[in-house]
């Protein structure tokens, strides 16, 4: 066989670590949704565990992180979580859920006065173990009582509150272990450029008006710049698709 290097660096390439084992090679497929506007990112994850090594270690809350890129470049992350759940069927099917578990697992015993809205989004968030990169927001709430409530419960009443009483829209995410909430971000150098006939596969316009474009493995992630036939896209959306090769499918509006 004739060695050839362009091909072998152009091959795409997956790095799985469940329960803190790399299970790469028994991958057949997998799916990540990474959304915007869910309050979490969700992976299926399908093993070929013909042996079973792994069925009976994995369990519930064990942590799961997933890279892909191409052969000889550095991979780029596109799922941390852990496990939600594991079937026992052959193959094996994980579901996973990113560090948003944290977010509905933590109750909040606390009563704001006199406290800005970002202010109160640190608090809460404060003993969770993420980073926080918190965009200020100089409302100020008089009184704020929560009686065990979720975290993920909190910072939604305060996202909303805040819109009501300023019409600014605040949205969070959690990525590379850092909680975000900020408004939208749509300045800024794209991280990458989509061409028809270049690395667009399929075009299209979705059910819910947003732009949609299908392309191969591709670093991108929702809440950045990209560039679409010569215009600045804002990425709402993106799914990651595995099976033998990658797919990615971005939803983007105009960055206006």
Known sequence: ????????????????????????????????????????DTCVLELADYRRFFTGSVKRGDPLIIKWGYAGEELVEIFRGVVRSVGMDDPVIIRGIDYNAILNSKRVQMTFEDETASGIIRAILADTGLGLDVEDCQLEIDRLPYFDRTVRECVDAVSELVWKETGEEFLDYIRDGIFY?????????AQCAFRMGVNIIRQDVSSDKLSFLETLVTPVRHSEIIEVEGEKQFVVKVEYMWEGGGRTKIWHEHAA
């Not at 390439?13 to 869910?38: K, N, Q, Y």
């Open 1 to 40: 066989m004739v060695w050839n290097e362009r091909a072998y660096l152009l091959s795409p390439v997956i790095d799985v670590t469940l329960a803190g084992t790399p299970v790469g090679r028994v991958v057949a497929s997998f799916g990540v949704a990474s959304s915007l506007l869910e309050k979490a």
């Open 181 to 189: 909430w900020s408004k939208k971000k749509i300045s800024g150098g």
